[in-house]
Nanobody, 127 residues
Framework: QVQLVETGGGLVQAGGSLRLSCAAS????????MGWFRQAPGKEREFVAA????????YYADSVKGRFTISRDNAKNTAYLRMNSLKPEDTAVYYC????????????????????WGQGTQVTVSS
C-alpha cells in the first residue's frame, strides 16, 4: 500500500509559476515510477508528465512541454511538478500517481498503468 499526498496547488495569474509536491509513504522501498495527471471540470483525466524511478527518463504531454518540469527526490520520497508560464487552460485538479507495475524502469502516460493516486490539488490560473 502506498499513500500519496499532494500539496502546492492554488490560484496564480496567467504567466505565473507554481510548484506541486507529492509525498509518498508506505511501500516505497521498491522502485516505482511517478506521474502527474490533471482533470478539468467536465473533462476526462489527462496525462501531464511522468518520470521513472531514478529520474533518468521523463515524458511530457505536448501541451506542457517546455513549460512544466517533473522531478523527484528519492531521499524524500517526493515528486515535484514545476509549472511555468501558466495558462488559463492549465486550470484543473492535478493528481500524482505511482506506478509499481514496471518497478519504475520506464514511463507511462496511461492511467491504468498507475497503482496509487493522490487526492488531487486544485490549480487555478486566472487571466
Amino acid at each position: 500500500q502506498v499513500q500519496l499526498v499532494e500539496t502546492g496547488g492554488g490560484l496564480v495569474q496567467a504567466g505565473g509559476s507554481l510548484r506541486l509536491s507529492c509525498a509518498a509513504s508506505g511501500r516505497t522501498l521498491s522502485t516505482y515510477g511517478m506521474g502527474w495527471f490533471r482533470q478539468a471540470p467536465g473533462k476526462e483525466r489527462e496525462f501531464v508528465a511522468a518520470i521513472n524511478w531514478n529520474g533518468g527518463i521523463t515524458y511530457y504531454a505536448d501541451s506542457v512541454k517546455g513549460r512544466f518540469t517533473i522531478s523527484r527526490d528519492n531521499a524524500k520520497n517526493t515528486a515535484y511538478l514545476r509549472m511555468n508560464s501558466l495558462k488559463p487552460e492549465d486550470t484543473a485538479v492535478y493528481y500524482c500517481a505511482a506506478d509499481y507495475k514496471t518497478l519504475g524502469v520506464g514511463v507511462s502516460s496511461r492511467l491504468e498503468q498507475y497503482d496509487y493516486w493522490g487526492q488531487g490539488t486544485q490549480v487555478t490560473v486566472s487571466s
